[in-house]
């Protein structure tokens, strides 16, 4: 079976340092993978997808970036934090071109202080 | 114009009742598919039920069903007996063709299940 990685589950980072979050899927290849950010109380936002290695889409201008070294590994950077980059980020898997659901992983709680 | 609307912000439900979540739709692509996610407070999201655009039947999965009215655009989520472990945030979510298979998620609606 299929599972999604997080890690850290928690970060609390000082506004002006880097930022790096990985995600990794297991028991599925050539995944679709998604970043999204979810301010307190609110929706998702998608932030960054991919269809393949070194494939990334920005959905949105930010501070952030995506990049997928290797097939099941996505990870989210920031090269300075803001505060406003505060929130909950989710990592999520879809298999390829279809109409399938999405998993998601277990998320980082991000605090920028 | 909203892709997706839950028109409910919150809901306050006894348990062991039945509660239906809502959630409209607009689209014009005629292949799509629809999603019910759960957020506890945790903060992972579970993926619940889907719908497709072309299924005949209306999806169930367990203690979970949705109630798709393709005519009328919406797609409401049904949960039966309701548990307090059923509290938690749920948002509807749709995937088009036409978006590039993107998920377009709704507000989300909170939900409490009383003892």
């Known amino acids: 079976s299929q599972t999604i990685h997080q890690w850290p589950a928690t970060l609390v980072q000082p506004v002006g340092s880097p930022l790096s979050l990985e995600c990794t899927v297991e028991?599925?290849?050539?995944?679709?993978l998604y970043w999204y950010r979810q301010a307190a109380g609110r929706g998702l936002q998608l932030l960054f997808y991919?269809?393949?290695?070194?494939?990334i889409s920005s959905e949105v201008p930010q501070n952030l970036s995506a990049s997928r070294p290797q097939d099941r590994q996505f990870i989210l950077s920031s090269k300075k934090l803001l505060l406003s980059d505060s929130g909950f980020y989710l990592c999520?898997?879809?298999?390829?071109?279809?109409?399938?659901?999405?998993?998601f992983g277990p998320g980082t709680r991000l605090l920028v202080l | 114009a909203q892709k997706i609307t839950q028109t409910q912000p919150g809901m306050f439900v006894q348990e062991k009742e039945a509660v239906t979540l809502d959630c409209t739709y607009d689209?014009?692509?005629?292949?799509?598919?629809l999603f019910w996610y759960k957020q506890p407070s945790s903060g992972e999201m579970i993926f619940l039920i889907y719908?497709?655009?072309?299924d005949q039947q209306n999806a169930t999965e367990g203690r979970y069903s949705l109630n798709f009215q393709k005519a009328r655009k919406s797609a409401n989520l049904v949960i039966s007996a309701s548990q307090l472990g059923d509290s938690a945030m749920y948002f509807c979510a749709m995937r088009e063709t036409g978006s590039n298979y993107q998920l377009i998620w709704g507000a989300g609606t909170k939900l409490i299940i009383k003892p």
């Open positions: 999520a898997w879809s298999g390829g071109l279809s109409l399938g659901a999405q998993y």
């Open positions: 719908q497709g655009s072309y």
């Open positions: 991919s269809v393949g290695i070194g494939q």
């Open positions: 689209t014009s692509d005629p292949s799509y598919g």
């Open positions: 028991g599925t290849s050539n995944p679709n």
